[in-house]
């Protein structure tokens, strides 16, 4: 069984920052890509940004030279560093990680963290 537990969501200003924080916890061999997606009512869940085992990252358009993601390997965290946050990055922010369950054979779950909300007012 493996978790992901999400941090860091809340209410800011325009122009200001949030952080946010996701630990993934159980039966983990190792986790290949971790990332972040948002959703708001009405409309499809939207990848923000991921970032692999090795470092290589991708972002949306709409957040990049905004957003920073990063992880610590050893601890199986990704942080998602949020500055001049606008009103339209108002959405549910979901954890999301691709992990390596077992050896024998390899195999590979999914995994989704429960989400935290993220509303920037005007």
């Known amino acids: 069984q493996v978790q992901l537990v999400e941090s860091g969501g809340g209410l800011v200003q325009a122009g200001g920052s949030l952080r946010l924080s996701c630990a993934a916890s159980g039966s983990i061999f190792s986790i290949n890509f971790m990332g972040w997606y948002r959703q708001v009512p009405g409309k499809p869940r939207e990848l923000v940004a991921r970032?692999?085992?090795?470092?290589?990252?991708n972002y949306a358009d709409s957040v990049k030279g905004r957003f920073t993601i990063s992880r610590d390997n050893a601890k199986n965290t990704v942080i998602l560093q949020m500055n001049s946050l606008k009103p339209e990055d108002t959405a549910v922010y979901y954890c999301?990680?691709?992990?390596?369950?077992?050896?024998?054979?390899?195999?590979?779950?999914?995994?989704w963290g429960q989400g935290t909300l993220v509303t920037v007012s005007s």
């Open positions: 999301d990680a691709m992990v390596q369950v077992a050896a024998l054979p390899v195999r590979y779950l999914e995994v």
């Open positions: 970032i692999t085992s090795d470092g290589s990252t």
